[in-house]
Structures are given as C-alpha cells and as structure tokens.
C-alpha cells in the first residue's frame, strides 16, 4: 500500500510518497518548493493573497502527484504557518480544497513526536538512550528518550532558522556581529531549559541536511565550529553553489547552524543527521493506520 504526505512548513512545501518493505518505509515519489511562509508571518503576521494562491496551486500540484504515483491516503499536515499566522485558518480551507485530503495542523507536541518516530524508524542502530532535534523554519522540537519508551522529555522552542535570519540577519554574509546577535537570542530562549544528556543523538530537517554537505553527517563541536566560520564570512549565494542547495535555504544556514550548535553542547554528544522525520513519521502512523483497519 502507499501512502503520501504534504507536509507544509515554514521554509518549504514537502511531498513524500511511499511504501512499507520491511520494518522500513521506501520513498516512491518526492517532491518540494520552496514557498517560505514564514516570511509573511514574520514580516506581517499573516499569509497575502498572492502566496496563499501560491501555496494553493503547489497543494494541488502535489495532490495530482501523490495520485498519479498509487497513493491510496494522502494527509496534509501543517507545522508552525499553521501555529503562528494571524489567518492560519484560511490557509487551512485552501489546503482542504486544493487537495481534497484532510488538513492537520500539528501542535508543537505532535510534531515533535512524528520527527522523532520517523528518525527511529529510518535508523539501522539506536542508542539506550536518545534525543531527536527538528529544527524548522519557525520552530524548534527538542526531545529525549528511549527507543522502548519513546520520548520522556521534550520541548518546543518558537526559534527558527527563518524566523532569527529575517529578525536579526539583515547582512550577507552575516558577519559576526549577526552572528553574536544570533547567539544571544539562543541563550535566552535556552536560559531555563535543562536537557537531559543522551548517549546518542539525531538531527533532521533541512538544516541538518545542507550542513552534512558542507561538514558531514556527523555533527561535533569541531564540525559545527568549521561550518558557523564557513558561514560566517561567505555570501548565501557562494555557500549555495558550493554545497549544492538552495540560496535561500543558505541565507538560513548560519541562524540553523547555531541553533544546532547549541542543541548540541547542551546535549554533550555529536548529532548525527538523519535521512527521515516528519514526513516519515505521518507515513508510518498512516501505514499503520490502514494495516489496523
């Protein structure tokens, strides 16, 4: 059976359509354009005409695809737009409409645990214990735990790699006064959060995925070091050519590298970047789902 999933997130619009081999899921169709949504919510708290029209042409676009490719279920889900916008609910309507498919708008909680169930389950070796980083477009989901119990601690953070860049990095490259202000902000949202320390940790979404081209799949103090220098002194546009991403996936790479970076000296163990995540973790709660019924 196959499933699809349209996860719309504050950077980009994702599709994923797979299927069941095994204990894993194996991707028969993707898709992804870069809409960013949380632009408008930072700038003017709310979605304009022109891009809700944009995000309902791409919804509709991705339906038709998940269709084409045997996707008995597609499911909509929508992270921190949908959280954070002043006419979330319009957004929501035009999704419905757009993809004749049910709409979830994901509290900061089940985010966090679908990454973290799609991390888990697209891994081959687990820790005793271990935590899961999602870091967003316009949140951050945080969580510790066991592969037996799940996650016994977790938070959401309202930090996000776009969000920080349109606040405080007007600069390109950043420079190191951006970065400072970055750094600071992080010290304050982090200020009375205490993380449990895992014996191994994971990271998804797309920052974690443009650093390991730039540094690897392991992500150390010294790696993490290498890469905020890197980005640092160098113009999106350099950084995307030689990395091979988008500019402004790019222009959003220094705010994401140091939420990371402080994600991982507070939980003291290298973070290593995980192909799956959200989008895995719908698809298997929806493979599971109709193998139940």
Do not use: Y
């Not at 028969?28 to 003017?44: K, M, N, P, T």
């Not at 279920?73 to 004749?100: F, W, Y």
């Amino acid at each position: 059976m196959r499933v699809a999933v349209i996860d719309v997130g504050s950077n980009t619009v994702r599709l994923l359509v797979c299927e069941r081999r095994g204990d894993m899921i194996e991707p028969v169709r993707e898709a992804r354009s870069l809409l960013l949504l949380g632009r408008e919510i930072e700038r003017q708290g709310a979605f304009s005409a022109r891009k809700l029209d944009e995000t309902r042409r791409c919804a509709h676009r991705f339906s038709t695809l998940a269709r084409e490719a045997g996707a008995a279920r597609l499911e909509v889900v929508v992270t921190a737009p949908g959280r954070q916008s002043e006419n979330a609910d319009e957004l929501v309507r035009i999704l419905a409409e757009a993809t004749a498919a049910p709409v979830h708008v994901l509290s900061a909680d089940q985010e966090g645990r679908l990454a973290w169930d799609g991390a888990l389950g697209a891994a081959s070796e687990l820790a005793p214990t271990l935590a899961v980083c999602d870091v967003g477009g316009g949140s951050t989901e945080l969580l510790v735990g066991t592969p037996e119990g799940g996650p016994s601690w977790a938070r959401s953070l309202d930090i996000g790699c776009l969000h920080l860049t349109e606040r405080l990095l007007d600069r390109d490259p950043p420079g190191k006064e951006g970065m400072r202000a970055v750094r600071a902000e992080l010290t304050a949202a982090f200020d009375e959060v205490t993380v449990p320390r895992p014996q191994a940790a994971m990271a998804t979404g797309g920052t974690a995925r443009a650093l390991k081209k730039l540094v690897g799949a392991r992500l150390g103090a010294d790696e993490f070091a290498a890469a905020i220098r890197r980005l640092t002194k160098r113009s999106a546009r350099e950084i995307a050519r030689s990395a091979g991403i988008d500019r402004e996936r790019a222009r959003t790479l220094p705010a994401g590298a140091l939420i990371l970076a402080e994600v991982q000296w507070r939980l003291g163990t290298p973070l290593v970047v995980s192909a799956a995540g959200l989008r895995e973790g719908v698809a298997l709660a929806l493979l599971a789902d109709s193998a139940a019924a």
